[in-house]
């Protein structure tokens, strides 16, 4: 019996990068329901971690719900940080995209992720003008789909540093080297923080937000990379010491703090001096370029004209934008459109949040971005009274 088990997990290996998507799903079901037998002899306890996270690898994460059900162990390696560093050995790994949103009826910002059903068609709902069957959708976390908390991660050189999206205050960084993958504690923040925001700048890691109202000393800090060391930011004050951040950028040297306020700031670290500045879009910067959105237009800023210009061939788009938020994010190449309208029927004081996902061209002879809708669908249907909080984005 243990034989014919060994034999059956070398063809999966070997095998599964060959199979179609269908063949592919039938192996899955298959590796289920093999481990989910209760015969001793067939226990996943008698395969070694290797073999088991070389297999789970090849998964598709969203396969991963049904599995997580056949043990506790099996689970624990679902969540585990070796079978984040085997599939991107295997180049396995996918980019996921969270949202951080606010309702009335909880004291704490909900994370959800987007989730996409794999082998689907995916189809511009705005241009059929119907309902989505559900493809893609936004899931909560802790879910099944997704059970680790994600880190909001900023690249320096050849390490990266990560923090947590705890709910729950936390002081703790951590950083890994882009090759052995493997993360480790940094020096503590001076201050514990929940879902804090941060920015690389010359050499400097800055932290801000998410702590309480009375370490409004401690608003703001920076991590000196290489001295190992953090010092407070100046105050900003009561004015700009917003409790919600979306978003930092930096531009010409300045740190851009986009809030979800009525007023932004900005700091100058030569300075050292804070400021109020103009409310201004959400930007991504894909390929060099950076882009915004707002419901009048896409746009993407001309470098050699020094202004922003009209990204071409998203009328339809544009047409079904609303007044609510608008995000945006650099989906592995493309630019991933995040916004919300009214549920039109009856007395319904609900919100659709749309997602639609654009791929950019330049055409040949030309000095114009043209975009091309590849999906967009309704991802969640929340209450009216919901609130925006930021994104994040992570390779898994």
Not at 11 to 22: I, T
Not at 134 to 161: A, K, N, Q
Not at 210 to 237: H, Y
Not at 391 to 396: D, G
């Amino acid at each position: 019996m243990i034989t014919s088990l060994w034999i059956f997990v070398w063809l999966f290996v070997v095998l599964v990068p060959f199979f179609k998507r269908a063949y592919f799903k039938n192996s899955v079901a298959l590796i289920y329901k093999t481990f989910s037998r209760k015969e001793e002899t067939l226990t996943f306890l008698w395969l070694p971690d290797e073999i088991v996270l070389n297999c789970l690898a090849r998964i598709l994460r969203s396969y991963y719900p049904k599995l997580s059900l056949v043990c506790k162990n099996f689970r624990t390696l679902l969540i585990s940080n070796e079978l984040t560093v085997a599939r991107l050995h295997l180049k396995t790994h996918e980019t996921l995209f969270h949202v951080c949103l606010q309702f009335s009826d909880k004291p704490c910002p909900s994370l959800f992720a987007l989730w996409i059903k794999p082998g689907q068609t995916l189809t511009n709902q705005l241009e059929k003008k119907e309902r989505s069957i559900g493809d893609t959708r936004l899931v909560p976390i802790p879910s099944s789909y997704c059970s680790t908390v994600p880190f909001y991660t900023i690249s320096v050189g050849s390490e990266v540093y990560g923090l947590k999206q705890y709910n729950d205050p936390s002081s703790m960084m951590w950083v890994r080297n882009k090759k052995n993958l493997f993360w480790r504690k940094a020096p503590n923040m001076t201050v514990a923080r929940a879902k804090a925001i941060a920015r690389v700048l010359n050499g400097k890691i800055y932290v801000m937000g998410g702590c309480r109202a009375d370490e409004s000393a401690n608003w703001g800090e920076v991590f000196d990379i290489k001295n190992q060391t953090w010092e407070p930011l100046p105050d900003p004050g009561a004015e700009l010491r917003f409790s919600s951040i979306r978003k930092i950028e930096v531009f010409k040297g300045k740190l851009y703090v986009r809030s979800n306020e009525k007023k932004d700031s900005v700091y100058d670290p030569k300075e050292g001096k804070w400021d109020v500045t103009i409310k201004s879009h959400v930007q991504s910067l894909i390929d060099n370029v950076w882009y915004c959105c707002d419901k009048r237009s896409c746009w993407w800023y001309d470098t050699s004209r020094r202004k922003w210009r009209v990204v071409k061939g998203l009328d339809m788009l544009i047409k079904n934008l609303g007044c609510g938020i608008i995000e945006i994010a650099n989906y592995d190449g493309k630019l991933l459109i995040l916004w919300d309208k009214f549920v039109h029927h009856g007395t319904c004081q609900d919100k659709d949040i749309w997602c639609a996902l654009i791929a950019l061209e330049r055409r040949d002879g030309s000095d114009e971005v043209w975009g091309n809708i590849d999906w967009a669908s309704i991802v969640l249907t929340v209450p009216s009274s919901y609130g925006f909080v930021n994104s994040l984005k992570n390779r898994v």
